[in-house]
């Protein structure tokens, strides 16, 4: 399997995970929000400062369907992720291979000498 066609699979995975399977996600609390219901901590949660986002609260501002909304933001979040991580390993990988064997030179090394035959 090439390195393309693994990450290529990894994506339509990831879109699928997050554009369909959230489609049949639960909309009662989890476990946690339970337990902080039942319990009385709930009472004194704040809303975050990013609610009312383009993508606050697990839906994309805008669209009705909330189980639509909530698909449409996972897909854009892969998006957003893909994007943001794709970029960060663009710009911080090595861009010119020879650079990358002659590195301890640069660093103030002294260059390996090659070996002699004969």
Excluded at 51 to 74: I, T
């Amino acid at each position: 399997m090439t390195t393309k066609r693994f990450f290529a699979g990894f994506l339509l995975v990831s879109l699928v995970l997050a554009g369909i399977v959230s489609y049949y996600a639960s909309a009662n609390p989890d476990g946690l929000e339970k337990v902080a219901e039942d319990k009385g901590i709930s009472a004194k949660e704040k809303d975050h400062s990013l609610k009312d986002s383009p993508l606050g609260d697990y839906g994309v501002k805008g669209v009705d369907d909330a189980r639509l909304s909530g698909g449409l933001s996972g897909v854009i979040g892969v998006g957003l992720v893909l994007l943001v991580g794709g970029g960060l390993f663009w710009t911080v990988r090595r861009r010119d291979p020879v650079a990358a064997r002659t590195a301890p030179e640069r660093a103030g090394e002294a260059p390996s000498e090659p070996s002699r035959k004969g």
